[in-house]
T-cell receptor, first 112, second 113 residues
Framework: GENVEQHPSTLSVQEGDSAVIKCTYS??????FPWYKQELGKRPQLIID?????GEKKDQRIAVTLNKTAKHFSLHITETQPEDSAVYFC???????????FGKGTLLTVNP | NAGVTQTPKFQVLKTGQSMTLQCAQD?????MSWYRQDPGMGLRLIHY???????DQGEVPNGYNVSRSTTEDFPLRLLSAAPSQTSVYFC????????????FGPGTRLLVL
């Protein structure tokens, strides 16, 4: 199946700093790129997504950028807060095969 | 709306036992899926369905069966449980057929001894 590499695996920042998580992929036919947040012991929750015809999307303190040429997409969180601490997963979908493929996750810790 | 629900929350099985993990959604979503989550592995797709009567394999289907007789329900069956199937299982559903915008259930934690 489609492979997606996610980095870093852990990220620790001070409250108020920015955090960036990057994912790279290989199949140029991938066309949907969501990001999920999973708090400890909870279900994954969709926080933002982007489609291949868009380069950037923002929702308050969260943004996602997509570079189709380089085949990578990134999650940007600005003005981080302790409640942003969680595991974040990138994922991608190739529209023709209906299968969502996840990265291995990034544990983000925001220190007060 | 209850969204996506899963039962049981937690289950202990002995090797060789069978069981069914239940998943239901009340959002009239056509797409439903099952994932397993293991430490350091992210979420891996087991099986998915794009509508009643239609199922297909994901990345890790071996040892699992599914069926989709109604739009609402998508049970996952373990025919003969193995310790390697110890995991957290999540069901999800999505409004479109492609699998975008998936909403996850609360998960079932399964321990196979």
């Amino acid at each position: 199946g489609e492979n997606v590499e996610q980095h870093p695996s852990t990220l620790s920042v001070q409250e108020g700093d920015s955090a960036v998580i990057k994912c790279t992929y290989s199949d140029s036919a991938s066309n949907y790129f969501p990001w999920y947040k999973q708090e400890l012991g909870k279900r994954p929750q969709l926080i933002i997504d982007i489609r291949s015809n868009v380069g950037e999307k923002k929702d308050q303190r969260i943004a996602v950028t997509l570079n189709k040429t380089a085949k990578h997409f990134s999650l940007h969180i600005t003005e981080t807060q302790p409640e942003d601490s969680a595991v974040y997963f990138c994922a991608l979908l190739k529209g023709s095969n209906y299968k969502l493929t996840f990265g291995k996750g990034t544990l983000l810790t925001v220190n007060p | 709306n209850a969204g996506v629900t899963q039962t049981p929350k937690f289950q202990v099985l002995k090797t060789g036992q069978s069981m069914t993990l239940q998943c239901a959604q009340d959002m009239n979503h056509e797409y439903m899926s099952w994932y397993r989550q293991d430490p350091g592995m992210g979420l891996r797709l087991i099986h998915y369905s794009v509508g009643a009567g239609i199922t297909d394999q994901g990345e890790v289907p071996n040892g699992y069966n599914v069926s989709r007789s109604t739009t609402e329900d998508f049970p996952l069956r373990l025919l003969s449980a193995a310790p390697s199937q110890t995991s957290v299982y999540f069901c999800a559903s999505a409004p479109g057929l492609a699998g975008e915008t998936q909403y996850f259930g609360p998960g079932t934690r399964l321990l196979v001894l």
